[in-house]
């Protein structure tokens, strides 16, 4: 395989970064937790302006027509800029799902995907297993689970009670709505593919967002080392301190080859692509979560407090780490994959 990312897939990562560098600052995002509902019409229309709701929309309803791997780049940035809005759930995870749909769902696909590829609605996707749907609030349609079953349910049909997240970006709801054969749109064997298919996609967006973070909050505290003085010096000149960032920076360095190897099997259906998706999970989030705590060192108390930045990054690393499946069942599916021969350990094989 080669993992070598094409000029245009580099530069649109680029101008992407470009862009939420500007706009999804720290500053903007606490202005959004002081909004009811937490998110910005306006940064959705700039996201559409972009061309990001349209990238892994199919080209016949009116996307891009893009894959999982060209997508990857575009959510490790989202991820580094923490961006509040629900692109990668809606992009990775939500259009794939709806696209995915039999022949018969055709007026349900155009209906939905050409309005999420205009800019003119966003999903929401409930996780089997998890009572809580991020972003329902602001989803005109959501995939919902009930067994084998997805059911295609629209806004005004659900009551929705918020559940507080220890990252305030995350809106989190219960959604209280009635199954029925009106909803239905996929059961059996079809609703468990889908489903199958769903829960690796959104551990792979989750993480690339992981991936992101960690870079974000290693480039805080390494600035961060370099304002503040100890003794004359930039505590950032102190030996103990660039131990601190240079493990978190190893770490993410080891985590790329997994996430993009995960990127590459999804996309091309690959056997064997959910223990290489759990793989690249559990390398993401190992990096992310050492990288919150080595940066929480650098900042010292400060790194907990409301006004400094890291915050903002430490939580969506936190509340992430349990989203599609936490470590603990991401390690068992390796374990499986391994001790079942469903892959073969070692250096020649492994890459």
């Not at 003119?120 to 089997?128: E, Y």
Request: charged share 20%; hydrophobic share 45%; with cysteine.
């Amino acid at each position: 395989m080669d993992f070598t990312f094409s000029d245009d897939q580099q530069l649109f990562e680029e101008n992407v970064r470009a862009f939420l560098t500007n706009e999804v600052t720290p500053e903007r995002i606490r202005e959004l937790w002081q909004v009811e509902g937490g998110r910005s019409d306006e940064l959705w229309a700039q996201l559409t302006e972009l061309g990001l709701t349209a990238v892994t929309v199919p080209e016949g309803f009116g996307g891009l027509g893009m894959n999982e791997l060209d997508f990857i780049l575009l959510a490790q940035e989202c991820g580094y800029a923490a961006l509040p809005e629900p692109l990668v759930d809606t992009m990775l995870v939500g259009v794939p799902l709806l696209a995915g749909l039999g022949a018969e769902q055709r007026d349900l696909q155009g209906e939905w995907l050409t309005r999420i590829a205009e800019g003119r609605a966003r999903l929401a996707v409930g996780q089997p297993g998890n009572p809580l749907v991020a972003d329902a609030h602001v989803a005109g349609l959501l995939l919902l689970p009930h067994g084998d079953e997805v059911h295609a349910v629209r806004r005004e049909q659900v009551d929705l009670t918020r559940n507080e997240s220890v990252d305030p970006s995350r809106q989190l709801f219960r959604v209280h709505w009635q199954p029925g054969a009106a909803t239905c749109v996929a059961a059996g064997e079809q609703g468990r593919a889908l489903w199958a298919a769903a829960h690796d996609r959104g551990a792979l967006g989750t993480a690339a967002q992981l991936l992101g973070l960690a870079r974000r909050m290693v480039d805080l505290a390494v600035d961060y080392s370099f304002e503040r003085k100890q003794f004359g010096k930039p505590v950032g000149a102190f030996q103990a301190v660039k131990h601190l960032m240079a493990n978190a920076a190893v770490q993410i360095e080891f985590a790329k080859a997994p996430l993009y190897r995960a990127a590459y099997a999804v996309a091309h259906h690959l056997p064997g692509q959910g223990a290489q998706v759990s793989h690249a999970r559990l390398a993401c989030a190992e990096a992310a979560l050492l990288a919150a705590r080595n940066a929480i060192q650098t900042h010292g108390a400060m790194g907990y407090t409301w006004e400094v930045d890291l915050q903002l990054f430490m939580k969506r690393a936190w509340a992430l780490d349990k989203v599609w499946g936490d470590r603990g069942w991401h390690k068992a599916r390796v374990r499986e994959a391994l001790f079942s021969g469903a892959i073969t350990p070692g250096a020649g094989h492994t890459f």
